[in-house]
């Protein structure tokens, strides 16, 4: 299985920018997508996260009503729209995936790929 996440790039505050994630490797499309981001000197956090079906999405607070989450099963992708970005979105974001139910514990993803860097200047 493998989750490559690709669309990063350099962007000023208030710009957008859209990061796609190519699958790979399951057997049916009965997995979650998730989408976590890891900023220079800090822990990893989880950002958003889409149900097997696309009905069932999460955000963290700190980017709820500016982040969307969607996915295409039928392309193999997922994808996560980044609207009014804020230098504190700067980080390097990863798509991991599991087989089954929604979860937002890191651990709980076996399945990471390289991840996608974001950068948001001021």
């Known amino acids: 299985v493998q989750l490559q996440a690709s669309g990063g790039g350099l962007v000023q505050a208030g710009g957008s920018l859209r990061l796609s994630c190519a699958v790979s490797?399951?057997?049916?499309?009965?997995?979650?997508i998730a989408w976590f981001r890891q900023a220079p000197g800090k822990g990893r956090e989880v950002v958003s996260c889409?149900?097997?079906?696309?009905?069932?999405?999460y955000y963290a607070d700190s980017v709820k009503g500016r982040f969307s989450i969607l996915r295409d099963n039928a392309k193999k992708e997922g994808y996560l729209y980044l609207d009014s970005l804020e230098p504190g979105d700067t980080a390097v974001y990863h798509c991991?995936?599991?087989?089954?139910?929604?979860?937002?514990?890191?651990?709980?993803?076996?399945?990471w790929g390289q991840g996608t860097q974001v950068t948001v200047s001021s």
């Open positions: 991991p995936g599991k087989v089954g139910v929604s979860s937002l514990v890191q651990s709980e993803h076996p399945h």
């Open positions: 490797g399951f057997k049916s499309d009965y997995y979650v």
């Open positions: 889409i149900s097997a079906e696309g009905g069932r999405k």
